[in-house]
T-cell receptor, first 113, second 113 residues
Framework: GAGVSQSPRYKVAKRGQDVALRCDPISGHVSLFWYQQALGQGPEFLTYFQNEAQLDKSGLPSDRFFAERPEGSVSTLKIQRTQQEDSAVYLC???????????FGPGTRLTVL | QKEVEQNSGPLSVPEGAIASLNCTYSDRGSQSFFWYRQYSGKSPELIMSIYSNGDKEDGRFTAQLNKASQYVSLLIRDSQPSDSATYLCAVKVNTGTASKLTFGTGTRLQVTL
């Protein structure tokens, strides 16, 4: 079946612009995760949803970052007033409830100029 | 101290040799351990998971876990050029609803002809 999809794959923003990144998890996957991966680093956890409930947002670096999953399927990560340090690949992953295996999407590469 | 530590490499091994990748973690509450492979510009792909002390083998891959030493390793036998990638170690602390993965920075493996 289809894997996790993310759009756009590449996004260039000018400093101060708002961006919205979309994630379509694997059908039926209850759990959804967002990670941020800076160049040369491992992914770092941002936030976690179980269905529409955001159960953990401890990794969001500032109040400029906001995530939602209103109907328990598609999720959007929004970054307001982007800064150069926000440049990274944003990875979305999903898993079945109670399962350990997380399946990653291809990521969105955000470049803030 | 980072929660999950890996040598960033590059680790260079000749084709056909055994590649040994190591990872240490700091949280003794960690219960699930994963190795992901990430090709340049691609998303992480799960190759092994291990939950109990000892060895777990899957084809050319063997994961080893020593909880007392807080140490996880991945052995790749008969290394192939296609194994050249960054290998990410990830741990999961099972605390109620918290399901996030904590990643190391990754070890870059180069398999030479």
């Amino acid at each position: 079946g289809a894997g996790v999809s993310q759009s756009p794959r590449y996004k260039v923003a000018k400093r101060g612009q708002d961006v919205a990144l979309r994630c379509d998890p694997i059908s039926g996957h209850v759990s959804l995760f967002w990670y941020q991966q800076a160049l040369g680093q491992g992914p770092e956890f941002l936030t976690y949803f179980q269905n529409e409930a955001q159960l953990d947002k401890s990794g969001l670096p500032s109040d400029r970052f906001f995530a939602e999953r209103p109907e328990g399927s598609v999720s959007t990560l929004k970054i307001q007033r982007t800064q150069q340090e926000d440049s990274a690949v944003y990875l979305c992953a999903s898993s079945r409830v109670g399962a350990d295996t997380q399946y990653f999407g291809p990521g969105t590469r955000l470049t803030v100029l | 101290q980072k929660e999950v530590e890996q040598n960033s490499g590059p680790l260079s091994v000749p084709e056909g040799a055994i590649a040994s990748l190591n990872c240490t973690y700091s949280d003794r509450g960690s219960q699930s351990f994963f190795w992901y492979r990430q090709y340049s510009g691609k998303s992480p792909e799960l190759i092994m998971s291990i939950y109990s002390n000892g060895d777990k083998e899957d084809g050319r891959f063997t994961a080893q876990l020593n909880k007392a030493s807080q140490y996880v390793s991945l052995l790749i036998r008969d290394s192939q050029p296609s194994d050249s990638a960054t290998y990410l170690c990830a741990v999961k602390v099972n605390t109620g609803t918290a399901s996030k993965l904590t990643f190391g920075t990754g070890t870059r493996l180069q398999v030479t002809l």
